[in-house]
């Protein structure tokens, strides 16, 4: 909720109406043959491409389609919304004056996503599961976007996705016009906007000192590797691609890798191996 200067509240997302398409059934049309001929029999041969010219035809409209989504990037803002209403077009107009940046609304994720200067997902509306897979989707995006959070609970589950290292801001349901207008400017600008008490807690959380048996466990090359990228944030995808490996060699790798380190997940082995320069 966005609190304007005369005091006054308007929720931001507000259920909107469903809609109805009325299907109308096909009227089959009956075909006759004058020749009385089997219809099979006079079906002219149809020479099929090869099974090289198909894939170089597929693998031709997919590098076409990268290019134009590389070609549709723009400087601009991603406002993520569930409901398509006045509430939403009045906040993405402010977004848009406050930093003279396009601001466009979508519903969901899509990969086509064209203003990736910041996206900024509204978490009114989305239950945990979704948020989460909308913020998981923006996280494995091939462009590395930089995700706010608008709208948050304090104290709530939405807190959580700060571990995630696309969030890089967020607002809570009680931030005002002016605190909204300076965030999203140091935002653009390349900084972090989190209140005080979730950074407290995040240091609290993820801070300790470095731990000297990690000097004793054995790696392989190859985990070093794998260790290495998940440092610098990358995704199982991209370790694939670095490595020239399947995503399932990558994920097996993991597996072996997380027990080595005494791990549960990635985001301990990033906090595991952040401190380890000699990798």
Known sequence: ???NKSGASEALIRSQPGSSVELQDEVPTK???????HPLAEAPSV??????????????????????DALDEVEGITLFSVANNLQTSLLSTLIAQQTKLPCVVEADYTRRITHISLAVVDCQGRSRNALRKLVENLQ??????????LNACAEGEQEELLDW???????FDDTDQAQLTRGLQCLLGGEYWVPRRL?????????RAPSP??????????ERQILKLIKNGATNSDIANALEVTEHTVKSHLYNVYKKIGVRNRLEANNWVRD????
């Open 165 to 171: 290292p696309c969030i890089v801001g967020v607002f």
């Open 47 to 68: 020479e099929h491409p090869s099974v090289a010219e198909a894939a170089t035809s597929a693998s031709n409209q997919v590098a076409a389609l990268d290019e134009v």
């Open 199 to 207: 950074l407290h807690d995040f240091l609290q959380k993820n801070r």
């Open 1 to 3: 909720m966005i609190t």
């Open 213 to 222: 048996r990690k000097l004793d466990i054995k790696l392989t090359k190859r």
């Open 31 to 37: 075909v006759t043959n004058p020749s009385g001929a």
């Open 140 to 149: 494995n995006h091939p462009s590395e976007l930089r995700v706010v959070l």
């Open 276 to 279: 380890m320069d000699s990798l």
